[in-house]
């Protein structure tokens, strides 16, 4: 019996953990990526509650913290840098803002492509132009590539999937604005204290800075906004934008802008989630944010995305063939996992970007008292433990 056969568009975190276990349960797996290359740097994300099991089955939880981001906790400042508020790591049993379990983006893909790359075939440079599904497969074109027809196709392409748009429609109908925007990048600097530290102003704004592994800093950006005509891939243009949003904004903003335009890694997007009614349509399905985009106010998008990798892969494979049964089973499994995880804890929006100063003194207060003894039970319980809960199956592996 030949081996069944799955593309997936997306080589971040979610498709390469779709990889491993694929590929263990006997797939022949084809990852495309419209990238050059694995995408260095970015954010540090968390891995937390049952994501960390399948961390542990996969075997990559000491790499992970060999290579981890470590962090004290979050502190406020005003604009002076004086603290305001601090949530320490260890005053939330690891499971607070910042978890315990730390990592850059792009080390994270980097770790799931070396440990996949032998299994898996990597496609870098191209993207997925035309898909047409039949009753035998998916007949798949490319930008770069020549056609090929597989089994499944899976689409972990991020919030603004074109796998998504090909099979299921325009993104305005799945994605859902938060009202917010951000932008982060490295700078050279370094902030050896091992805080991630955040000033808000007025306007509902926030600068922050936070430290990487290799000793750098990470720059955090965010504001409240309607809808900008911005393109998003025109770096010149957003920068320009920050600028002109933070221009009297104190602490290290104008220091933290002056390094964007050096920086390789520079993001910007809005704020987002995205609400689909199902994530699969015949034999072609999603997978981390192309599904499901918590939004980065969450903390929740890797932990989902590594939950959802083996979750998928196991119902795939134990459905034998069947792929509407196996992406049924996976959609019951995961989706009450991931409506909580896509609740965001702190005071939402309002918490992370309060509007006037009366608000960001209220919102500071509420820190320290969340991180004051008696109240740090409470608030793990209720603003931290969202990737909790879920029992994860037992699958048999074939390799």
């Given at each position: 019996?030949?081996?069944?056969?799955?593309?997936?568009?997306?080589?971040?975190?979610?498709?390469?953990?779709?990889?491993?276990?694929?590929?263990?349960?006997?797939?022949?797996?084809?990852?495309?990526?419209?990238?050059?290359?694995?995408?260095?740097?970015?954010?540090?994300?968390?891995?937390?509650?049952?994501?960390?099991?399948?961390?542990?089955?996969?075997?990559?939880?000491?790499?992970?913290?060999?290579?981890?981001?470590?962090?004290?906790?979050?502190?406020?400042?005003?604009?002076?840098?004086?603290?305001?508020?601090?949530?320490?790591?260890?005053?939330?049993?690891?499971?607070?803002?910042?978890?315990?379990?730390?990592?850059?983006?792009?080390?994270?893909?980097?770790?799931?492509?070396?440990?996949?790359?032998?299994?898996?075939?990597?496609?870098?440079?191209?993207?997925?132009?035309?898909?047409?599904?039949?009753?035998?497969?998916?007949?798949?074109?490319?930008?770069?590539?020549?056609?090929?027809?597989?089994?499944?196709?899976?689409?972990?392409?991020?919030?603004?999937?074109?796998?998504?748009?090909?099979?299921?429609?325009?993104?305005?109908?799945?994605?859902?604005?938060?009202?917010?925007?951000?932008?982060?990048?490295?700078?050279?600097?370094?902030?050896?204290?091992?805080?991630?530290?955040?000033?808000?102003?007025?306007?509902?704004?926030?600068?922050?800075?936070?430290?990487?592994?290799?000793?750098?800093?990470?720059?955090?950006?965010?504001?409240?906004?309607?809808?900008?005509?911005?393109?998003?891939?025109?770096?010149?243009?957003?920068?320009?934008?920050?600028?002109?949003?933070?221009?009297?904004v104190g602490w290290r903003a104008a220091e933290l802008l002056a390094a964007a335009p050096a920086a390789t890694d520079f993001y910007f997007d809005r704020?987002?989630?995205?609400?689909?009614?199902?994530?699969?349509?015949?034999?072609?399905?999603?997978?981390?944010?192309?599904?499901?985009?918590?939004?980065?106010?969450?903390?929740?998008?890797?932990?989902?995305?590594?939950?959802?990798?083996?979750?998928?892969?196991?119902?795939?494979?134990?459905?034998?063939?069947?792929?509407?049964?196996?992406?049924?089973?996976?959609?019951?499994?995961?989706?009450?996992?991931?409506?909580?995880?896509?609740?965001?804890?702190?005071?939402?929006?309002?918490?992370?970007?309060?509007?006037?100063?009366?608000?960001?003194?209220?919102?500071?207060?509420?820190?320290?008292?969340?991180?004051?003894?008696?109240?740090?039970?409470?608030?793990?319980?209720?603003?931290?433990?969202?990737?909790?809960?879920?029992?994860?199956?037992?699958?048999?592996?074939?390799?």
């Amino acid at each position: 019996m030949n081996e069944p056969t799955v593309l997936i568009s997306g080589a971040g975190v979610a498709g390469p953990a779709l990889a491993f276990w694929l590929a263990r349960h006997g797939w022949a797996v084809t990852v495309v990526e419209r990238a050059p290359g694995l995408r260095p740097g970015g954010q540090a994300v968390d891995v937390r509650g049952t994501a960390r099991t399948v961390l542990d089955r996969m075997g990559l939880t000491d790499r992970v913290r060999a290579v981890g981001v470590r962090e004290h906790g979050m502190a406020y400042v005003d604009a002076r840098g004086r603290t305001r508020a601090r949530l320490p790591v260890a005053a939330f049993g690891g499971e607070g803002i910042v978890a315990d379990l730390e990592i850059q983006r792009g080390d994270l893909a980097r770790l799931l492509y070396e440990a996949t790359r032998d299994h898996v075939e990597y496609v870098f440079d191209d993207s997925i132009e035309t898909l047409t599904q039949d009753a035998d497969g998916v007949r798949l074109t490319f930008d770069r590539s020549a056609p090929r027809t597989v089994d499944l196709v899976v689409g972990a392409d991020g919030s603004h999937s074109r796998t998504r748009a090909l099979a299921f429609g325009p993104e305005s109908a799945y994605v859902r604005p938060l009202g917010a925007y951000l932008a982060y990048f490295s700078t050279p600097g370094s902030d050896a204290d091992g805080w991630f530290r955040m000033h808000n102003a007025p306007g509902g704004r926030v600068v922050g800075v936070r430290p990487t592994r290799d000793g750098r800093t990470a720059a955090l950006f965010s504001f409240r906004s309607d809808a900008l005509d911005v393109d998003r891939r025109d770096r010149a243009a957003q920068q320009r934008l920050l600028a002109e949003r933070f221009a009297d904004v104190g602490w290290r903003a104008a220091e933290l802008l002056a390094a964007a335009p050096a920086a390789t890694d520079f993001y910007f997007d809005r704020y987002a989630q995205v609400r689909m009614d199902s994530w699969h349509a015949g034999r072609v399905g999603l997978l981390g944010d192309a599904a499901w985009c918590p939004s980065p106010l969450t903390g929740q998008g890797t932990s989902l995305a590594l939950v959802g990798a083996y979750l998928l892969a196991g119902e795939l494979t134990a459905a034998g063939g069947d792929h509407r049964t196996g992406y049924r089973r996976f959609e019951e499994r995961l989706r009450a996992h991931v409506a909580k995880g896509q609740e965001i804890p702190g005071g939402g929006l309002a918490g992370f970007l309060p509007a006037g100063r009366a608000a960001i003194r209220m919102r500071d207060a509420s820190m320290r008292v969340l991180a004051s003894r008696p109240m740090r039970g409470l608030a793990t319980r209720l603003f931290f433990s969202h990737a909790d809960g879920l029992d994860l199956p037992e699958y048999a592996a074939c390799r």
